[in-house]
């Protein structure tokens, strides 16, 4: 009949209460008192690269986040999938209001929505109403707020927290997909030792790297090279794939290989993307071959 949680808070705040416990408790100040909208100064400063750099971390850290929670909770529950761009729209709607108050940019967070999934919630008023329960208790009952040790909402989040955690499917995942697992880990990591932002930033750092370390396979491909006799024929060497920097060293190894005393036709057609660097390097190579080999490289690009 009494959700976890709350009896949880209810008895931290009970001992706390009970034997004068010096530990720190939820500060609640009046809405009005913390309404403090902002300065012709502070828009000025809007034309500093610091404050832009603040501003465009923060946009793209917090969508992030609330595409991340809303992906979560679309796996958490069979009703209606989240419409992404409403999120995002709403997001920076709510956001613009709270700038124009001085409050605190606002995100989705998971721990927040999985609580009220287990409350039993169907609709998309469940989140309106948990809004509301927020406002209800800051502008009617501070008081009451104010007694509740911080350790306890602490408490309560890292418990919400553990239970999202997916036990039973670490151990496949690292099986079977080794670099999800490290950003994984990685991630949770530099929440727990950070903090929720900068975790998520480092997360999504990570990421990205993976992401271009996956997409920049390359493939060199060799035909002709068992050829005898006077004239064996031309090298005929395939390059397939993506050809960024992260797979230079690979690309030129292998090309560096190839026997100078062969002429040489150098097929490019078959990679999809070639970085500065990787150009860069062929038109290197295939000019430090023709000069040191036998017979001029053919490139077909």
């Not at 989705?108 to 008023?125: H, M």
């Not at 418990?159 to 079977?176: N, Q």
Request: aromatic share 4%; proline share 5%; charged share 20%.
């Amino acid at each position: 009949m009494l959700p976890a949680p709350l009896a949880a808070v209810a008895l931290a705040t009970v001992a706390a209460f009970a034997f004068d416990a010096p530990v720190a408790r939820v500060e609640v100040q009046g809405l009005l008192d913390a309404v403090q909208p902002p300065g012709t100064g502070d828009f000025a400063r809007l034309a500093e690269v610091g404050v832009l750099g603040t501003v465009i971390a923060f946009t793209l850290i917090a969508s992030a986040e609330s595409l991340f929670s809303a992906a979560a909770v679309d796996r958490l529950h069979d009703g209606p999938r989240t419409d992404y761009d409403k999120e995002l729209v709403a997001q920076g709607a709510g956001n613009t209001v709270c700038g124009m108050l001085g409050a605190l940019p606002m995100t989705a967070v998971i721990v927040r929505s999985s609580a009220n999934l287990q409350a039993g919630a169907r609709t998309k008023a469940s989140r309106v109403l948990h809004g509301v329960w927020l406002l209800v208790f800051a502008a009617v009952f501070p008081a009451a707020l104010g007694v509740i040790p911080v350790a306890a909402l602490a408490g309560v989040l890292v418990h919400a927290g553990w239970k999202l955690i997916p036990v039973k499917e670490l151990a496949p995942l690292w099986r079977e997909h080794r670099g999800e697992a490290v950003v994984l880990g990685a991630t949770a990591l530099s929440i727990v030792v950070t903090n929720m932002f900068e975790g998520v930033l480092i997360g999504l750092l990570l990421a990205v790297a993976k992401s271009a370390w996956e997409t920049s396979h390359v493939h060199v491909e060799v035909s002709g090279a068992d050829g005898t006799g006077d004239d064996p024929g031309p090298l005929r060497v395939r390059v397939l794939g993506n050809a960024t920097f992260l797979r230079l060293p690979k690309l030129l190894d292998e090309l560096e290989a190839l026997p100078r005393d062969r002429a040489i036709e150098l097929d490019l057609t078959g990679l999809r993307h070639v970085d500065h660097a990787c150009g860069a390097a062929l038109t290197a190579w295939t000019d430090r071959h023709n000069e040191e080999g036998v017979k001029a490289v053919k490139v077909a690009a």
